[in-house]
């Protein structure tokens, strides 16, 4: 027997001209034999105000804020398993109606949440909530403007310093 998807916690839609198309991280659920189900991404459309879902693509993990890529390629889910932070690399799928499927799994910090992606410098940026740095993924290493294929991604770390104060006036 199947399991029951647990509530969405974040959405977010492709920017390409496939802007119906959306994306949810889910929580995990638990299943009739109350077995917790990992978190994971759905895939799904909205037509003449119904949900339609596409795919479901399980990360293993607790799941936080998911993102899409610039060029609607790939969603970007943050997980923790295990005690240590991943980032699962998704391929979207080609068309709306496309499964997806996993393209990559990146090592992230503790606590791997938020996923940010930037359009301009085609970075990704990881907060981890059990960590103190960021994790920044340069997605096109080569530079030449475009999303490069996840294998070459290149990854690094920005440590958040301790003990900054700041000025309130």
């Known amino acids: 027997e199947g399991s029951t998807l647990s509530s969405a916690h974040?959405?977010?839609?492709?920017?390409?001209e496939r802007e119906k198309?959306?994306?949810?991280?889910?929580?995990?659920s638990f299943n009739s034999s109350g077995v917790?189900?990992?978190?994971?991404?759905?895939?799904?459309?909205?037509?003449?105000?119904e949900l339609v879902?596409?795919?479901?693509?399980?990360?293993?993990?607790a799941v936080h804020h998911?993102?899409?890529t610039s060029d609607g390629e790939y969603v970007l889910q943050g997980t923790t398993e295990g005690g240590t932070g991943k980032l699962y690399v998704l391929n979207s799928g080609a068309d709306a109606y496309d499964p997806m499927s996993v393209e990559e799994i990146i090592d992230a910090g503790k606590g791997a949440g938020?996923?940010?992606?930037?359009?301009v410098r085609q970075l990704a940026i990881?907060?981890?909530?059990?960590?103190?740095?960021l994790t920044i993924i340069d997605m096109d290493w080569d530079d030449d403007g475009n999303i490069d294929?996840?294998?070459?991604?290149?990854?690094?770390?920005?440590?958040?310093?301790?003990?900054?104060?700041?000025?309130?006036?």
């Open 126 to 133: 990881v907060t981890n909530h059990d960590d103190t740095f």
């Open 149 to 169: 294929t996840p294998d070459t991604w290149a990854n690094t770390t920005a440590w958040i310093p301790r003990g900054i104060t700041y000025d309130e006036s």
């Open 10 to 16: 974040h959405i977010t839609r492709s920017p390409t």
């Open 53 to 61: 879902v596409v795919d479901y693509q399980p990360t293993r993990g």
């Open 114 to 119: 938020h996923v940010f992606t930037s359009d």
């Open 36 to 49: 917790l189900e990992p978190g994971g991404v759905l895939k799904f459309l909205v037509v003449d105000e």
């Open 21 to 28: 198309v959306y994306f949810a991280s889910m929580e995990g």
């Open 66 to 68: 998911l993102d899409v």
